[in-house]
């Protein structure tokens, strides 16, 4: 059965500090991993990554795969309130006709 | 302005009452999606459809249903027959589901029952 698991479910920190959010996966096939932020409700795209060890970025958030050991993470530096959010990890897989396959989330809380 | 627009917002289901939860796009995407989130909980799949006129259940689909009349429309009825209907639904879309699926997503209904 496929399965993505993400750790920690939750996270407490202060402005400032960076932090490592993982997602491992076991799944038929592998074809893709993307990272989603939701804050209050709608989902919004982060990344989507393919290919080992190549690192997406955007601002203070990147995420690298590693499909050797069936991981990705999500760094986020110097974290800011807005910050605050659950993100989720999901993957596509060939075993799930293409569709995605969603770990718990993680939720951060940011402390000013 | 493109999106996905979920309505309504805030639902409430009398016992024995069939919901519809609604779901439009202007995206032009062919793929619609349709998400139960609970408390805690990542995101499970109820029903998908990837062109009009089809549908494949889920890992959820007890207790709903679905229809793809129109490219931009994928409504979601919630019946009787699910019994623990309290939650947060979501609806998605995306270009067909394939190698790279971005699904893109509403807004959300939360579902309770009165």
């Known amino acids: 059965e496929d399965k993505v698991v993400q750790s920690p479910l939750s996270l407490v920190v202060h402005e400032g500090d960076t932090v490592t959010l993982n997602c491992s996966y076991e799944?038929?096939?592998?074809?893709?991993l993307l990272w989603y932020k939701q804050e209050k409700k709608a989902p919004t795209f982060l990344f989507m990554l393919?290919?080992?060890?190549i690192e997406k970025k955007s601002g203070r958030l990147s995420s690298i795969l590693d499909k050797k050991e069936l991981f990705s993470i999500l760094n986020i530096t110097a974290t800011q309130t807005g910050d605050s959010a659950v993100y989720l990890c999901?993957?596509?897989?060939?075993?799930?006709?293409?569709?995605?396959?969603f770990g718990k989330g993680t939720k951060l809380s940011v402390k000013p | 302005d493109g999106g996905i627009t979920q309505s309504p917002k805030y639902l409430f289901r009398k016992e024995g009452q069939n919901v519809t939860l609604s779901c439009e796009q202007n995206?032009?995407?062919?793929?619609m999606y349709w998400y139960r989130q609970d408390p805690g909980q990542g995101l499970r799949l109820i029903y998908y459809?990837?062109?009009?006129?089809?549908?494949q259940k889920g890992d959820i689909a007890e207790g709903y249903s679905v229809s793809r009349e129109k490219k931009e429309s994928f409504p979601l009825t919630v019946t009787s027959a699910q019994k623990n209907p309290t939650a947060f639904y979501l609806c998605?879309?995306?270009?067909?589901?394939?190698?790279?699926?971005?699904?893109?997503f509403g807004a959300g209904t939360r579902l309770s029952v009165l």
């Open positions: 998605a879309s995306s270009i067909p589901a394939g190698q790279k699926n971005i699904q893109y």
């Open positions: 799944v038929t096939n592998f074809r893709s």
């Open positions: 393919t290919s080992s060890g």
């Open positions: 999901a993957v596509v897989s060939g075993g799930s006709q293409g569709n995605l396959i």
């Open positions: 995206l032009n995407h062919d793929a």
């Open positions: 459809s990837q062109i009009v006129n089809d549908f």
